[in-house]
């Protein structure tokens, strides 16, 4: 079985591989191709910590995953000098179920929850944007920045994140694809010339105010993957084209689109389709060059499966990892 570490799955699935791997798995989604149940959750209170597990099984047109990724988040794993998400992704040979893989998850994830929003990006926003503003200044935000890079001439970037140290390292640790990378001293700075925002914060209560968007913008919301958090007001769902990576999985756990509903704002028609949808042709995105467009990102398992086995097959080509008994 192969062993890819985090600075193997980071050389073996590099960005623009990674978007087109989200490309097929939101694809063979939306086109009923994936068994993905709904993910289990664990919570351990007396930790302040949550597990979930997440298993998917994709079938398109370059061939077959199946993959088991296991994500846990502990609020108090900085105090112990761990990182606050730890994860890993088991994947098995589609015919037999031989165990052919282990990953390191956490790289996984930033990757390909950042591809999606390229992804997203790619499909949504206006041809010609300049500006992006990250909100948040994590992991996620990094890998966020990178996929809008990747598919959109980001000149500046605007970072906002409470804490200020967060910031200074994310410009500090940021590649150089976005020339002119600033920190924002509020997240009204951020987003008011911002054409794209990446919303990726831990953040129970929306990150930045309706009134402060520019026109035109598209936001990728990420952050909230439960009912009772969110990152974006009801204001901005409200005129927001919106879409999302699965409607069961977003009406299930995404509070940014589940609080509006249960305000009596929107309904689940609000939500115009499933990116997989706008990948097949089956569905319309942006309008005009005016609309809002909202992407809202629970994190769902065909990604995992789908950017788990493009791993280990560009792993196996180059000579990436370590081999051990099985």
């Known amino acids: 079985m192969l062993v890819l570490d985090a600075a193997a799955v980071r050389q073996a699935l590099p960005m623009d591989a990674a978007i087109e791997a989200m490309r097929r798995a939101f694809a063979a989604l939306s086109a009923g191709r994936a068994i993905m149940p709904m993910r289990s959750q664990i919570s351990i209170r007396q930790h302040d910590g949550v597990s979930l597990v997440m298993p998917a099984f994709v079938d398109d047109a370059e061939g077959q995953s199946l993959a088991v990724k296991v994500v846990s988040l502990f609020d108090h794993n900085a105090d112990r000098g761990l990182p606050h998400i730890q994860s890993a992704v088991l994947v098995l040979a589609p015919d037999t179920g031989q165990p052919l893989a282990l990953l390191e998850g956490a790289a996984l994830t930033a990757i390909r929850t950042g591809a999606a929003s390229g992804l997203a990006t790619d499909l949504l926003a206006r041809p010609a944007v300049r500006t992006a503003a990250m909100l948040g200044a994590g992991v996620q935000a990094r890998t966020q920045l990178e996929a809008v890079c990747a598919v959109r001439p980001i000149e500046t970037v605007w970072v906002y994140d409470p804490d200020p140290a ?56 990420v952050g909230s993957y439960q009912p009772d958090v969110r990152e974006v007001p009801t204001e901005t769902v409200v005129r927001a084209r919106v879409f999302v990576d699965s409607r069961e999985a977003a009406l299930h756990e995404a509070g940014d689109l589940i609080q509006p509903i249960r305000q009596g704002a929107i309904t689940a028609d609000h939500i115009l389709a499933e990116l997989g949808e706008l990948v097949l042709g089956r569905a319309a995105g942006r309008s005009c060059a005016a609309d809002v467009t909202l992407f809202k990102a629970v994190g769902v398992a065909v990604q995992d499966a789908v950017a788990a086995m493009a791993a280990l097959d560009r792993a196996m080509r180059l000579g990436i990892g370590q081999t051990v008994s099985w």
Do not use: K, M, W, Y
Not at 170 to 189: E, G, K, M, N, V
Not at 191 to 219: K, M, N, Q, W, Y
């Open 166 to 221: 967060a910031v200074e390292a994310f410009i500090l640790d940021s590649f150089a694809a976005a020339t002119d990378i600033r920190p924002a001293s509020t997240p009204r700075q951020a987003v008011a010339e911002a054409d794209v925002i990446c919303a990726a914060t831990t953040s129970r209560t929306p990150v930045f105010a309706d009134t402060d968007l520019a026109a035109g913008v598209h936001i990728n919301a």
